[in-house]
């Protein structure tokens, strides 16, 4: 079954009610033992980047979480904070990230392209999706409408690893798909139909 | 390219849906899960729901009914009303709300907004600026009001929202209180001298009653939030009630033309 990683942080009941609906088994795991069913991994997370990691880390599950992930190849999607974690870092707080997709955290206030516009990055952008990667396998438009809510952003160190982008004063790695290991930083637990394609690809990839 | 937010607003009153005019006679338009259900359907940018009970009775925010419009809202939702602590705000981001809005707390307590930047980051802090017009023979511009514009603040909307966005606020919305419920059109002068102000989004709210004065706006503010209550609940001059949103079609076109000119 998938299991959604409850650290404390991001929004774990719309993932429940949207995979209810897609009559797909998920269920949130508290505990490092509750992860050993999992088939598939949500890893969600909102707020600062630190506070997540930290959570993360006091959560007990960690090293769980790694093993599946890096020794068992469990696939694995984090989303927002929790597509950030995938990184080595980030410019918004001091902690390590997991570092499973080599790539850095990036605040868009930093860019000489994004400064000046509204921040956060907030509403319906569209997805410029690179390649067919396993998330958007099989997706019904060309040009998907996703929900964001973010300030900072992930930086992918290699070009092959960024499955779709999406535009802010400039092209950000919006999506990231190294192997079985995805980052997305919109919210397709909010983003209606194109969400529930991408979490449903994700189920049956 | 990021796109205009178009909101319906819906206002909880004595547990029903209502919709007020000029911020007062709240008429039954239904029940609060069967709107988020249609607008669901109808795959709605975002809803923002206000609870205009909690504050004036000094009661806590409904959890109940808030964990069962999460559940049910496939949407980002922005909650709103009876908000006085950020341990209040981080128990309604638990139950799968996006974001979290405050406005009486936030005058009463100026320390509120900071507080809920923390404990559940800025993104998901909404501050809510009730404004209206100055009354009075000779008086000019505008005053931030709370309690269903019951009190009257000497505050500037212009340099209260400054203030609210460096306490901490990730969105303002912007809610005329003479325009509420009039269907006549935004204030788009009060939204342009606020968001001017700002460097966070903004969204205005109040006049709404066709899909010109969502443009109207667009055309002059660009990318911003557009919300509406009666826009959205009602159809025709009678004021029937029916519940509708464009099409994702419609709403393309009218963001992406209002945009270009």
């Known amino acids: ?205 | 390219m990021l796109r205009p937010r178009i909101i319906p607003c819906l206002l909880i009153h004595q547990g029903g849906l209502v919709k007020t005019q000029l911020f007062k006679d709240p008429k039954y338009v239904g029940d609060p899960i069967n709107a988020v259900k249609i607008f669901n359907e109808k795959e709605a940018d975002e809803l923002m729901v206000l609870d205009i009970d909690a504050t004036v009775r000094g009661v806590e925010p409904n959890f109940d009914l808030i964990a069962k419009l999460a559940a049910e809202c496939r949407m980002p939702l922005c909650y709103g009303g009876g908000v006085t602590t950020a341990a209040q705000a981080a128990r309604i981001i638990a139950l799968g709300v996006e974001k979290v809005a405050v406005s009486a707390a936030a005058i009463t307590h100026p320390a509120l907004i900071t507080e809920m930047a923390r404990a559940v980051g800025s993104q998901s802090v909404v501050a809510v600026m009730d404004v209206r017009k100055k009354s009075g023979l000779f008086s000019k511009g505008y005053q931030v009001c709370t309690h269903n514009a019951q009190k009257v603040h000497k505050l500037d909307p212009v340099e209260f929202s400054r203030q609210l966005q460096d306490a901490g606020a990730g969105e303002i919305v912007i809610n005329s209180v003479d325009r509420d419920g009039t269907m006549q059109g935004y204030d788009i002068e009060l939204a342009a001298s606020v968001k001017a102000a700002v460097t966070v989004p903004v969204t205005v709210l109040g006049g709404a009653g066709a899909q010109e004065h969502l443009e109207d706006l667009i055309k002059r503010l660009g990318v911003v939030g557009a919300a509406a209550g009666s826009l959205f609940v009602f159809k025709g001059k009678y004021r029937a009630v029916l519940i509708n949103y464009p099409t994702p079609a419609q709403k393309t076109q009218l963001c992406y033309s209002a945009l270009q000119n």
């Open chain 1, 1 to 205: 079954m998938i299991r959604i990683v409850d650290y404390g942080v991001g929004n774990i009941q719309a993932f429940l009610t949207l995979f209810k609906r897609l009559g797909v088994d998920a269920q949130r795991a508290t505990c490092a033992e509750a992860l050993a069913d999992a088939t598939r991994l949500i890893l969600p997370g909102v707020g600062h980047f630190d506070h997540a990691m930290q959570r993360l880390n006091d959560s007990g599950m960690r090293e769980r979480l790694e093993a599946l992930v890096l020794e068992d190849k469990v696939p694995v999607v984090g989303v927002c904070v929790g597509m950030q974690m995938l990184a080595s870092g980030s410019e918004e707080g001091q902690l390590p990230g997991l570092n499973w997709i080599p790539g850095h955290v990036r605040a868009f206030a930093n860019h000489p392209q994004a400064k000046a516009l509204p921040m956060p990055h907030m509403g319906w952008n569209t997805l410029n999706v690179r390649e067919r990667s396993t998330l958007f396998a099989h997706a019904a438009e060309e040009a998907p409408q996703f929900y964001f809510l973010h300030s900072y952003y992930f930086d992918a160190q290699h070009q092959e690893d960024v499955a779709a982008t999406a535009h802010y004063g400039f092209d950000f790695d919006a999506v990231v798909s190294r192997g079985h290991i995805h980052g997305v930083q919109c919210h397709p637990e909010k983003s209606h139909h194109w969400g529930a394609q991408l979490l449903k690809n994700f189920a049956e990839c």
